[in-house]
């Protein structure tokens, strides 16, 4: 098993203070002097020695935070390491598109009216939420020989929502069930 160097003060690989994964080093585990130090409102502080940074830190109440380790010397910045993260978790979080689901009704050819008005005003919310609607129309037994029922259902419900979506895909009969799309219009 090959065996990874240590690093400079006996720190092994599982010690607490090896940041080579956890990103920036912070305050004292800052241990390279001097640094280039860029001040908490951006400007440029020119290259100092570490303790100076770190008093000067201690001063503003803020942090020293390594932002270009790898940099000669290394860049250093003044600031708030907490809120810091915490905007770069909420930078990562908030720009997430919209992921668009595919969001099914199931209703029967006896299913009542009312019913029917709940489920479009359900496929009206998905279709604002910007997500595709499958419409189902079942069929049980004898139910199958008046599909027409079924086709005066799911076009009910279509002419309800036309304002909506548009038809992805027309009405069909796959075995036992009658199907139609709706997606969102953009």
Same mark, same amino acid.
């Given at each position: 098993?090959?065996?990874?160097?240590?690093?400079?003060?006996?720190?092994?690989?599982?010690?607490?203070?090896?940041?080579?994964?956890?990103?920036?080093?912070?305050?004292?585990?800052?241990?390279?002097?001097?640094?280039?130090?860029?001040?908490?409102?951006?400007?440029?502080?020119?290259?100092?020695?570490?303790?100076?940074?770190?008093?000067?830190?201690?001063?503003?109440?803020?942090?020293?935070?390594?932002?270009?380790?790898?940099?000669?010397?290394?860049?250093?910045?003044?600031?708030? #390491?907490?809120? #810091?993260?915490?905007?770069?978790?909420?930078?990562?979080?908030?720009?997430?598109?919209?992921?668009?689901?595919?969001?099914?009704?199931?209703?029967?050819?006896?299913?009542?009216?009312?019913?029917?008005?709940?489920?479009?005003?359900?496929?009206?919310?998905?279709?604002?939420?910007?997500?595709?609607?499958?419409?189902?129309?079942?069929?049980?037994?004898?139910?199958?020989?008046?599909?027409?029922?079924?086709?005066?259902?799911?076009?009910?419900?279509?002419?309800?929502?036309?304002?909506?979506?548009?038809?992805?895909?027309?009405?069909?009969?796959?075995?036992?069930?009658?199907?139609?799309?709706?997606?969102?219009?953009?």
């Amino acid at each position: 098993m090959e065996q990874l160097p240590q690093r400079k003060g006996g720190f092994g690989i599982n010690d607490r203070h090896f940041t080579h994964d956890r990103g920036q080093r912070v305050n004292e585990q800052i241990r390279i002097s001097p640094i280039r130090l860029i001040g908490a409102a951006g400007e440029q502080l020119g290259i100092v020695p570490t303790s100076q940074a770190m008093e000067m830190a201690r001063e503003a109440q803020l942090d020293l935070v390594e932002v270009a380790p790898l940099e000669r010397p290394p860049v250093c910045k003044i600031m708030d #390491f907490g809120k #810091f993260r915490y905007q770069q978790t909420h930078k990562r979080t908030k720009h997430k598109p919209h992921q668009q689901k595919l969001k099914e009704i199931r209703v029967r050819p006896k299913t009542g009216e009312h019913d029917i008005e709940t489920k479009i005003n359900q496929a009206r919310r998905f279709l604002e939420h910007k997500d595709k609607v499958l419409l189902n129309v079942l069929f049980r037994g004898r139910e199958m020989q008046h599909v027409e029922e079924g086709q005066r259902i799911i076009a009910g419900m279509l002419a309800k929502l036309a304002d909506l979506a548009k038809i992805e895909k027309a009405p069909s009969m796959e075995g036992k069930r009658m199907t139609a799309m709706l997606a969102p219009k953009a």
